[in-house]
Protein backbone atom coordinates (compact mmCIF):
# COMPACT_ATOMS: atom_id res chain seq x y z
CA UNK A 1 0.00 0.00 0.00
CA UNK A 2 1.10 3.26 -0.99
CA UNK A 3 0.94 5.73 1.64
CA UNK A 4 2.27 9.04 -0.30
CA UNK A 5 0.17 10.71 -2.78
CA UNK A 6 1.88 8.88 -6.33
CA UNK A 7 2.16 12.06 -8.19
CA UNK A 8 2.64 14.37 -5.47
CA UNK A 9 0.78 16.83 -3.47
CA UNK A 10 1.31 19.31 -6.22
CA UNK A 11 0.33 17.49 -9.21
CA UNK A 12 -3.36 17.27 -9.22
CA UNK A 13 -4.78 19.08 -12.07
CA UNK A 14 -7.24 16.79 -13.07
CA UNK A 15 -8.71 16.10 -9.76
CA UNK A 16 -11.53 18.59 -9.61
CA UNK A 17 -15.19 18.50 -10.45
CA UNK A 18 -15.70 17.08 -13.99
CA UNK A 19 -12.27 17.76 -15.41
CA UNK A 20 -10.29 14.69 -16.66
CA UNK A 21 -9.54 11.30 -15.91
CA UNK A 22 -9.57 10.69 -12.23
CA UNK A 23 -6.69 9.32 -10.56
CA UNK A 24 -8.52 7.07 -8.49
CA UNK A 25 -11.77 5.16 -9.09
CA UNK A 26 -12.93 5.71 -5.55
CA UNK A 27 -11.83 7.64 -2.62
CA UNK A 28 -12.82 5.83 0.79
CA UNK A 29 -13.18 8.63 3.70
CA UNK A 30 -12.19 7.10 6.69
CA UNK A 31 -10.05 4.06 7.97
CA UNK A 32 -11.74 2.33 10.87
CA UNK A 33 -12.61 -1.75 10.09
CA UNK A 34 -15.48 -0.16 7.58
CA UNK A 35 -13.00 1.89 5.81
CA UNK A 36 -10.13 -0.68 5.73
CA UNK A 37 -12.53 -3.20 4.74
CA UNK A 38 -14.09 -1.57 2.01
CA UNK A 39 -10.49 -0.52 0.48
CA UNK A 40 -9.90 -4.32 0.86
CA UNK A 41 -12.63 -5.31 -1.43
CA UNK A 42 -12.21 -2.32 -4.04
CA UNK A 43 -8.51 -3.20 -4.03
CA UNK A 44 -9.17 -6.81 -4.63
CA UNK A 45 -11.91 -5.55 -7.41
CA UNK A 46 -8.57 -3.90 -9.41
CA UNK A 47 -9.80 -0.16 -8.02
CA UNK A 48 -7.28 2.11 -7.94
CA UNK A 49 -8.34 3.72 -4.49
CA UNK A 50 -7.52 6.81 -2.29
CA UNK A 51 -8.17 6.05 1.16
CA UNK A 52 -8.40 9.54 2.99
CA UNK A 53 -7.82 9.09 7.10
CA UNK A 54 -8.70 12.21 9.93
CA UNK A 55 -6.51 10.28 12.21
CA UNK A 56 -2.66 9.44 12.45
CA UNK A 57 -2.65 6.96 14.79
CA UNK A 58 -6.16 4.55 16.08
CA UNK A 59 -7.44 5.22 19.08
CA UNK A 60 -7.21 2.60 21.64
CA UNK A 61 -11.08 2.37 21.92
CA UNK A 62 -13.04 -0.71 22.73
CA UNK A 63 -14.83 -1.52 20.00
CA UNK A 64 -15.34 -4.17 17.38
CA UNK A 65 -13.41 -7.21 18.76
CA UNK A 66 -15.75 -9.99 18.09
CA UNK A 67 -15.71 -11.61 14.61
CA UNK A 68 -18.78 -13.66 13.60
CA UNK A 69 -18.47 -16.59 11.55
CA UNK A 70 -20.26 -14.50 8.42
CA UNK A 71 -17.22 -11.97 8.76
CA UNK A 72 -14.63 -14.99 9.63
CA UNK A 73 -15.33 -16.20 5.91
CA UNK A 74 -15.04 -12.75 4.21
CA UNK A 75 -11.75 -12.08 6.08
CA UNK A 76 -10.53 -15.70 5.34
CA UNK A 77 -11.54 -14.67 1.32
CA UNK A 78 -9.86 -11.62 1.32
CA UNK A 79 -6.38 -13.27 2.92
CA UNK A 80 -6.65 -11.08 5.94
CA UNK A 81 -7.41 -14.37 8.32
CA UNK A 82 -3.88 -15.57 8.81
CA UNK A 83 -2.75 -11.63 9.73
CA UNK A 84 -5.59 -11.90 12.72
CA UNK A 85 -4.44 -15.32 13.74
CA UNK A 86 -0.86 -14.11 13.96
CA UNK A 87 -1.64 -11.32 15.98
CA UNK A 88 -3.10 -13.62 18.37
CA UNK A 89 -6.91 -14.10 17.85
CA UNK A 90 -8.44 -16.15 19.71
CA UNK A 91 -11.28 -18.94 18.59
CA UNK A 92 -14.38 -18.68 20.43
CA UNK A 93 -17.30 -21.85 19.77
CA UNK A 94 -20.13 -19.99 21.00
CA UNK A 95 -21.59 -17.47 22.94
CA UNK A 96 -23.41 -18.01 26.05
CA UNK A 97 -26.58 -16.03 28.31
CA UNK A 98 -25.90 -17.25 31.93
CA UNK A 99 -27.79 -16.05 35.16
CA UNK A 100 -25.28 -13.76 38.18
CA UNK A 101 -24.06 -17.14 39.34
CA UNK A 102 -22.84 -18.37 35.88
CA UNK A 103 -25.58 -20.98 35.00
CA UNK A 104 -27.14 -21.29 31.10
CA UNK A 105 -29.91 -19.85 30.16
CA UNK A 106 -29.27 -20.11 26.76
CA UNK A 107 -26.29 -21.27 24.30
CA UNK A 108 -25.67 -19.86 20.65
CA UNK A 109 -23.66 -22.94 19.94
CA UNK A 110 -21.50 -21.81 16.55
CA UNK A 111 -20.52 -25.35 15.77
CA UNK A 112 -24.16 -26.40 15.17
CA UNK A 113 -24.41 -23.69 11.95
CA UNK A 114 -23.46 -24.62 8.11
CA UNK A 115 -20.04 -23.54 6.61
CA UNK A 116 -16.49 -24.16 7.14
CA UNK A 117 -16.27 -21.03 9.70
CA UNK A 118 -17.78 -22.29 12.85
CA UNK A 119 -16.17 -19.77 15.61
CA UNK A 120 -16.12 -16.13 16.79
CA UNK A 121 -12.69 -14.85 16.86
CA UNK A 122 -12.22 -12.14 19.23
CA UNK A 123 -9.13 -9.60 19.28
CA UNK A 124 -8.33 -5.99 20.08
CA UNK A 125 -9.52 -3.48 18.00
CA UNK A 126 -6.27 -1.60 16.76
CA UNK A 127 -4.75 -5.17 15.87
CA UNK A 128 -8.00 -5.83 13.35
CA UNK A 129 -6.83 -2.38 12.14
CA UNK A 130 -3.40 -3.45 11.60
CA UNK A 131 -4.47 -6.61 9.87
CA UNK A 132 -6.70 -5.11 7.53
CA UNK A 133 -4.23 -2.38 6.58
CA UNK A 134 -1.36 -4.67 6.38
CA UNK A 135 -3.35 -6.71 3.51
CA UNK A 136 -3.84 -3.70 1.33
CA UNK A 137 -1.99 -3.82 -2.08
CA UNK A 138 -0.11 -1.06 -4.26
CA UNK A 139 -3.54 -0.16 -5.29
CA UNK A 140 -4.65 1.61 -2.39
CA UNK A 141 -2.95 5.05 -1.66
CA UNK A 142 -3.32 6.03 2.13
CA UNK A 143 -3.64 9.79 3.26
CA UNK A 144 -3.06 9.92 6.81
CA UNK A 145 -4.22 13.20 8.48
CA UNK A 146 -6.80 14.48 6.18
CA UNK A 147 -9.79 16.11 7.19
CA UNK A 148 -12.51 15.82 4.54
CA UNK A 149 -14.41 18.81 4.77
CA UNK A 150 -17.53 17.99 2.51
CA UNK A 151 -18.22 16.39 -0.94
CA UNK A 152 -18.19 18.45 -4.19
CA UNK A 153 -20.68 17.60 -6.54
CA UNK A 154 -21.31 17.97 -10.20
CA UNK A 155 -24.62 18.06 -11.04
CA UNK A 156 -26.93 16.55 -8.10
CA UNK A 157 -24.37 13.81 -8.00
CA UNK A 158 -21.16 13.45 -5.59
CA UNK A 159 -18.22 13.41 -7.51
CA UNK A 160 -15.07 13.99 -5.00
CA UNK A 161 -14.35 15.47 -2.26
CA UNK A 162 -13.06 18.73 -0.82
CA UNK A 163 -10.13 17.54 1.97
CA UNK A 164 -7.59 19.56 3.96
CA UNK A 165 -4.23 18.05 3.94
CA UNK A 166 -0.93 19.29 5.21
CA UNK A 167 -2.45 22.65 5.00
CA UNK A 168 -3.59 22.75 1.94
CA UNK A 169 -7.29 22.43 0.87
CA UNK A 170 -7.60 20.37 -1.89
CA UNK A 171 -10.28 19.05 -4.26
CA UNK A 172 -10.46 14.98 -5.01
CA UNK A 173 -12.51 13.90 -7.45
CA UNK A 174 -13.38 10.17 -8.52
CA UNK A 175 -16.49 8.37 -10.02
CA UNK A 176 -17.26 6.79 -6.01
CA UNK A 177 -17.24 8.52 -3.02
CA UNK A 178 -17.67 5.90 -0.27
CA UNK A 179 -18.97 7.27 3.63
CA UNK A 180 -16.96 5.80 6.26
CA UNK A 181 -16.72 8.56 8.67
CA UNK A 182 -18.46 6.98 11.48
CA UNK A 183 -21.68 7.46 13.47
CA UNK A 184 -21.11 11.82 13.18
CA UNK A 185 -20.83 11.60 9.55
CA UNK A 186 -19.73 14.85 7.97
CA UNK A 187 -20.71 13.04 4.45
CA UNK A 188 -23.84 12.12 4.95
CA UNK A 189 -25.07 15.06 6.99
CA UNK A 190 -23.81 17.28 3.78
CA UNK A 191 -25.57 14.88 1.33
CA UNK A 192 -28.56 15.14 2.99
CA UNK A 193 -29.30 11.82 4.20
CA UNK A 194 -31.48 11.38 6.95
CA UNK A 195 -31.18 9.41 10.69
CA UNK A 196 -33.18 9.44 14.00
CA UNK A 197 -30.74 8.72 15.91
CA UNK A 198 -31.92 7.26 19.78
CA UNK A 199 -29.35 6.97 22.46
CA UNK A 200 -29.67 4.17 24.91
CA UNK A 201 -30.94 4.85 29.03
CA UNK A 202 -27.57 3.29 29.87
CA UNK A 203 -23.71 3.14 29.18
CA UNK A 204 -21.17 0.59 29.38
CA UNK A 205 -18.35 0.48 31.44
CA UNK A 206 -15.52 -1.67 29.15
CA UNK A 207 -12.09 -3.01 31.67
CA UNK A 208 -8.91 -4.49 30.17
CA UNK A 209 -8.67 -7.29 32.81
CA UNK A 210 -4.92 -8.93 33.43
CA UNK A 211 -6.14 -12.87 33.48
CA UNK A 212 -2.93 -14.54 34.18
CA UNK A 213 -3.27 -17.40 37.06
CA UNK A 214 -7.06 -16.98 36.85
CA UNK A 215 -8.46 -20.83 36.12
CA UNK A 216 -9.26 -20.35 32.66
CA UNK A 217 -12.75 -19.55 31.90
CA UNK A 218 -14.50 -21.07 28.71
CA UNK A 219 -13.69 -20.85 25.60
CA UNK A 220 -17.00 -18.19 24.79
CA UNK A 221 -18.76 -14.86 24.98
CA UNK A 222 -20.47 -14.89 28.02
CA UNK A 223 -23.54 -12.48 28.83
CA UNK A 224 -24.58 -12.28 32.60
CA UNK A 225 -28.08 -11.56 32.41
CA UNK A 226 -28.37 -9.90 36.31
CA UNK A 227 -30.36 -7.93 38.37
CA UNK A 228 -27.78 -4.87 37.89
CA UNK A 229 -28.26 -4.63 33.92
CA UNK A 230 -25.69 -6.90 31.09
CA UNK A 231 -22.10 -7.80 32.32
CA UNK A 232 -20.33 -9.01 29.04
CA UNK A 233 -17.17 -10.79 29.24
CA UNK A 234 -14.54 -12.72 26.29
CA UNK A 235 -10.95 -13.58 26.09
CA UNK A 236 -8.41 -11.37 24.43
CA UNK A 237 -5.14 -13.16 23.68
CA UNK A 238 -2.22 -12.19 26.12
CA UNK A 239 -4.11 -14.06 28.87
CA UNK A 240 -6.66 -10.62 29.44
CA UNK A 241 -10.21 -10.39 29.23
CA UNK A 242 -12.81 -7.91 27.90
CA UNK A 243 -15.80 -6.78 30.43
CA UNK A 244 -18.20 -4.70 29.47
CA UNK A 245 -20.80 -3.82 32.70
CA UNK A 246 -23.90 -1.54 32.58
CA UNK A 247 -24.09 1.15 34.26
CA UNK A 248 -26.41 4.46 34.42
CA UNK A 249 -25.24 7.63 32.80
CA UNK A 250 -24.74 9.47 36.10
CA UNK A 251 -23.41 6.27 38.16
CA UNK A 252 -19.39 7.21 38.29
CA UNK A 253 -19.48 10.70 37.16
CA UNK A 254 -16.46 12.50 39.49
CA UNK A 255 -16.26 9.14 41.19
CA UNK A 256 -13.22 9.17 42.91
CA UNK A 257 -10.32 5.54 43.80
CA UNK A 258 -13.03 4.74 46.92
CA UNK A 259 -15.86 5.00 44.91
CA UNK A 260 -14.57 3.08 41.64
CA UNK A 261 -13.16 0.05 44.74
CA UNK A 262 -16.85 -0.06 46.39
CA UNK A 263 -18.90 -0.23 43.12
CA UNK A 264 -16.34 -3.18 42.15
CA UNK A 265 -17.23 -4.83 44.68
CA UNK A 266 -21.19 -4.65 44.65
CA UNK A 267 -20.41 -5.20 40.64
CA UNK A 268 -19.59 -8.81 41.77
CA UNK A 269 -21.61 -8.99 44.89
CA UNK A 270 -24.27 -8.77 42.25
CA UNK A 271 -22.81 -11.58 39.70
CA UNK A 272 -21.27 -14.30 41.78
CA UNK A 273 -20.14 -15.85 38.80
CA UNK A 274 -17.26 -13.08 38.42
CA UNK A 275 -16.06 -13.32 41.85
CA UNK A 276 -12.42 -14.82 40.85
CA UNK A 277 -11.77 -11.80 38.90
CA UNK A 278 -12.06 -9.46 42.34
CA UNK A 279 -8.56 -8.39 42.79
CA UNK A 280 -7.54 -8.25 38.91
CA UNK A 281 -11.13 -5.96 38.26
CA UNK A 282 -9.86 -3.12 40.90
CA UNK A 283 -6.63 -3.64 39.80
CA UNK A 284 -8.38 -2.88 35.91
CA UNK A 285 -9.41 0.27 37.11
CA UNK A 286 -7.23 2.46 34.89
CA UNK A 287 -8.16 0.71 31.71
CA UNK A 288 -11.81 1.70 32.19
CA UNK A 289 -13.69 3.28 29.35
CA UNK A 290 -17.07 5.08 29.71
CA UNK A 291 -18.61 4.51 26.32
CA UNK A 292 -22.44 6.30 24.91
CA UNK A 293 -24.74 3.86 23.03
CA UNK A 294 -26.87 4.57 19.95
CA UNK A 295 -29.13 3.15 17.87
CA UNK A 296 -29.75 4.43 14.29
CA UNK A 297 -30.36 3.38 10.35
CA UNK A 298 -29.61 5.83 8.04
CA UNK A 299 -32.61 6.78 5.63
CA UNK A 300 -30.73 5.71 2.72
CA UNK A 301 -27.55 3.84 2.38
CA UNK A 302 -26.50 5.44 -1.62
CA UNK A 303 -27.36 8.50 -3.41
CA UNK A 304 -25.45 9.16 -6.92
CA UNK A 305 -21.63 8.85 -6.15
CA UNK A 306 -21.79 7.93 -2.63
CA UNK A 307 -22.10 5.05 -0.30
CA UNK A 308 -22.12 4.73 3.26
CA UNK A 309 -20.28 1.71 5.02
CA UNK A 310 -20.41 0.97 8.49
CA UNK A 311 -21.15 3.70 11.45
CA UNK A 312 -21.82 6.49 8.66
CA UNK A 313 -24.81 3.87 7.74
CA UNK A 314 -26.10 2.25 10.72
CA UNK A 315 -25.16 1.76 14.74
CA UNK A 316 -26.29 -0.43 17.07
CA UNK A 317 -25.80 -2.16 20.63
CA UNK A 318 -22.79 -3.68 21.33
CA UNK A 319 -24.59 -6.09 23.01
CA UNK A 320 -24.80 -8.60 20.17
CA UNK A 321 -21.60 -8.14 18.62
CA UNK A 322 -22.89 -7.01 14.69
CA UNK A 323 -21.81 -3.65 14.63
CA UNK A 324 -18.72 -4.35 13.34
CA UNK A 325 -19.52 -7.04 11.42
CA UNK A 326 -22.21 -5.88 9.23
CA UNK A 327 -19.57 -3.20 8.33
CA UNK A 328 -17.18 -5.81 6.80
CA UNK A 329 -20.36 -7.25 4.89
CA UNK A 330 -21.41 -3.68 3.44
CA UNK A 331 -17.62 -3.82 2.19
CA UNK A 332 -18.01 -6.91 0.65
CA UNK A 333 -21.74 -6.05 -1.07
CA UNK A 334 -20.35 -3.06 -2.05
CA UNK A 335 -17.36 -4.68 -4.14
CA UNK A 336 -19.78 -6.86 -5.24
CA UNK A 337 -22.02 -4.63 -6.43
CA UNK A 338 -19.85 -2.82 -8.12
CA UNK A 339 -18.29 -5.88 -10.26
CA UNK A 340 -21.59 -6.89 -11.39
CA UNK A 341 -22.65 -3.88 -12.78
CA UNK A 342 -19.55 -3.33 -14.69
CA UNK A 343 -17.54 -0.54 -12.57
CA UNK A 344 -14.63 -2.37 -11.61
CA UNK A 345 -12.15 -3.18 -14.25
CA UNK A 346 -9.17 -4.96 -13.64
CA UNK A 347 -7.19 -4.42 -16.47
CA UNK A 348 -7.59 -0.84 -16.60
CA UNK A 349 -7.96 -0.33 -19.93
CA UNK A 350 -10.97 1.50 -19.40
CA UNK A 351 -11.96 3.47 -16.36
CA UNK A 352 -14.86 3.01 -14.29
CA UNK A 353 -17.81 5.70 -15.06
CA UNK A 354 -19.92 7.31 -12.98
CA UNK A 355 -22.77 6.26 -14.79
CA UNK A 356 -21.65 2.23 -13.85
CA UNK A 357 -21.25 3.64 -10.29
CA UNK A 358 -24.80 4.63 -9.67
CA UNK A 359 -25.90 1.43 -11.54
CA UNK A 360 -23.78 -0.36 -8.67
CA UNK A 361 -25.07 1.66 -5.61
CA UNK A 362 -28.53 1.25 -6.87
CA UNK A 363 -27.88 -2.58 -6.37
CA UNK A 364 -25.85 -1.77 -3.23
CA UNK A 365 -28.74 0.05 -1.92
CA UNK A 366 -31.77 -2.75 -2.91
CA UNK A 367 -29.40 -5.52 -0.98
CA UNK A 368 -28.24 -3.97 1.82
CA UNK A 369 -31.15 -2.17 3.03
CA UNK A 370 -33.17 -5.07 4.39
CA UNK A 371 -30.07 -6.75 6.09
CA UNK A 372 -29.52 -3.29 7.55
CA UNK A 373 -32.64 -2.95 9.36
CA UNK A 374 -32.99 -7.07 10.16
CA UNK A 375 -29.75 -6.59 12.34
CA UNK A 376 -30.71 -3.67 13.74
CA UNK A 377 -33.98 -5.07 15.06
CA UNK A 378 -32.15 -8.29 16.30
CA UNK A 379 -29.83 -6.41 18.14
CA UNK A 380 -32.15 -4.16 19.65
CA UNK A 381 -34.55 -6.82 20.55
CA UNK A 382 -31.37 -8.71 22.00
CA UNK A 383 -30.53 -5.80 24.07
CA UNK A 384 -33.74 -4.73 25.41
CA UNK A 385 -34.26 -8.47 26.89
CA UNK A 386 -30.57 -8.08 28.66
CA UNK A 387 -30.41 -5.03 29.74
CA UNK A 388 -34.18 -4.87 31.47
CA UNK A 389 -33.44 -3.66 34.91
CA UNK A 390 -37.34 -4.11 36.38
CA UNK A 391 -38.03 -7.69 37.70
CA UNK A 392 -41.45 -8.39 35.52
CA UNK A 393 -39.01 -7.77 32.23
CA UNK A 394 -35.81 -9.35 33.58
CA UNK A 395 -38.31 -12.51 34.74
CA UNK A 396 -40.08 -12.31 30.89
CA UNK A 397 -36.53 -12.42 29.36
CA UNK A 398 -35.41 -15.32 31.12
CA UNK A 399 -38.50 -17.38 30.23
CA UNK A 400 -37.94 -16.24 26.84
CA UNK A 401 -34.31 -17.41 27.21
CA UNK A 402 -34.89 -20.84 28.67
CA UNK A 403 -37.55 -21.60 25.96
CA UNK A 404 -35.20 -21.09 23.09
CA UNK A 405 -32.70 -22.82 24.89
CA UNK A 406 -35.05 -25.78 25.04
CA UNK A 407 -36.13 -25.66 21.76
CA UNK A 408 -33.28 -26.48 19.27
CA UNK A 409 -35.32 -25.30 16.07
CA UNK A 410 -35.55 -22.05 17.70
CA UNK A 411 -32.11 -21.70 19.26
CA UNK A 412 -30.41 -22.64 15.94
CA UNK A 413 -32.12 -19.99 14.16
CA UNK A 414 -31.41 -17.74 16.72
CA UNK A 415 -27.76 -18.59 16.27
CA UNK A 416 -27.93 -18.61 12.16
CA UNK A 417 -29.22 -14.62 12.61
CA UNK A 418 -26.41 -13.77 15.21
CA UNK A 419 -23.72 -15.54 13.26
CA UNK A 420 -25.08 -13.12 10.21
CA UNK A 421 -25.36 -16.03 8.08
CA UNK A 422 -28.76 -14.46 6.63
CA UNK A 423 -31.89 -12.87 7.40
CA UNK A 424 -34.58 -15.17 8.93
CA UNK A 425 -36.87 -13.11 11.58
CA UNK A 426 -38.91 -14.97 14.50
CA UNK A 427 -42.57 -15.24 13.09
CA UNK A 428 -45.45 -14.28 15.45
CA UNK A 429 -46.11 -17.96 16.41
CA UNK A 430 -42.15 -18.52 17.34
CA UNK A 431 -43.17 -15.32 19.41
CA UNK A 432 -45.43 -17.60 21.33
CA UNK A 433 -43.69 -20.51 21.35
CA UNK A 434 -40.65 -18.58 23.10
CA UNK A 435 -43.28 -17.72 25.79
CA UNK A 436 -44.52 -21.10 26.71
CA UNK A 437 -46.88 -22.45 23.74
CA UNK A 438 -46.00 -25.79 22.99
CA UNK A 439 -43.72 -26.29 19.76
CA UNK A 440 -44.44 -29.51 17.81
CA UNK A 441 -41.80 -28.63 15.71
CA UNK A 442 -39.11 -28.08 18.25
CA UNK A 443 -36.92 -30.52 17.58
CA UNK A 444 -36.65 -30.38 13.92
CA UNK A 445 -34.20 -28.56 11.81
CA UNK A 446 -35.94 -25.76 10.54
CA UNK A 447 -37.11 -26.85 6.95
CA UNK A 448 -35.36 -23.82 4.93
CA UNK A 449 -31.38 -24.96 6.88
Given at each position: ?S??????????????P?S??????A?????G?A??A??R??????L??????????P??VA??E??????????R???V?????R???V????????????RRL??F?????P???????????P?????LRE??G?G?ES??G?L?E?P?????R?S????????????L???L??????RS???R?S???ETT?TE?????????ID???V??A?????T?L????L??A?????R???????????A?R?????H???????????T?A??P?E???E?S??????LN?W?F?????????L?????A????HPM???G???????????A?C??D????DR??????SA???D??L???Q?E???W????????????R?ITQLS?????I?R??L???????R?????T???AG???RPFT????????G?????????????
Open positions: MTEPGSGPDSEPGSGGGPHTWDIVCGAVGLTAALDLAGRVLLLEKRRVAPKGVLQPSSVRILDWGLPMLLRGAPLGQLMIRDAHGMLDYRTIGDDRQLYSLDYEILAASLEVWPAVEIRDGGVGVRVSWRGRTREAAPVVAADGSRLRAGISYPHRLLSFDVEGPAAPEVTYTGQGRLYPLPGRMRLYAQVSPDLGAGRELERWCRELLDGPLRLERLGLGSRQLLRTASVLAVPGALVGEAHCVAAQMNTAIADAEALRLARGFAGFAARPTAARAEAYARSAVRHMDRMSHDATMRPGQAGRVRRMDGNPLRYQAYNMLGIALDRLHQLLPDPRARRVPDWA
